[in-house]
């Protein structure tokens, strides 16, 4: 069961950036998928991205399309997402976490991190 530490949240103003990392405690299979997700306050847990971990296609959340990019360090075992044009909305706790399929759906993930905060305001 693979470890995930998430890291990189922090406070900025709508319109700037942020990099989220999530570091893996070991080398991850390569048929695996890693997906970013979020929680805003007093709302449920949400898909934001996901890739697999060798490479390919990334599935995006409608409401990060074009603003946010999640890629991955294989050699350093690092999962990131790169954040930009961020707005109020974007505010949550985000999180990473390991899967084996290539879905949006939660229950498919089986390793999280605890996520780290993220807040977007003027």
């Known amino acids: 069961q693979v470890q995930l530490q998430e890291s990189g949240g922090g406070s900025v103003q709508p319109g700037g950036s942020l990099r989220l990392s999530c570091t893996a405690s070991a080398r991850p299979f390569s048929s695996s998928v890693f997906g970013w997700f979020r929680q805003a306050p007093g709302k449920e847990r949400e898909f934001v991205a996901l890739v697999r971990w060798h490479g390919g296609s990334a599935l995006y959340a409608d409401s990060v399309k074009g603003r946010f990019i999640i890629s991955r360090d294989n050699p350093t075992n690092i999962l990131y997402l790169q954040m930009n044009s961020l707005k109020a909305e974007d505010t949550a706790v985000y999180y990473c976490?390991?899967?084996?399929?290539?879905?949006?759906?939660?229950?498919?993930?089986?390793?999280w991190g605890q996520g780290t905060q993220v807040t977007v305001a003027s």
């Open positions: 976490a390991r899967g084996s399929q290539y879905t949006t759906s939660q229950p498919a993930y089986d390793s």
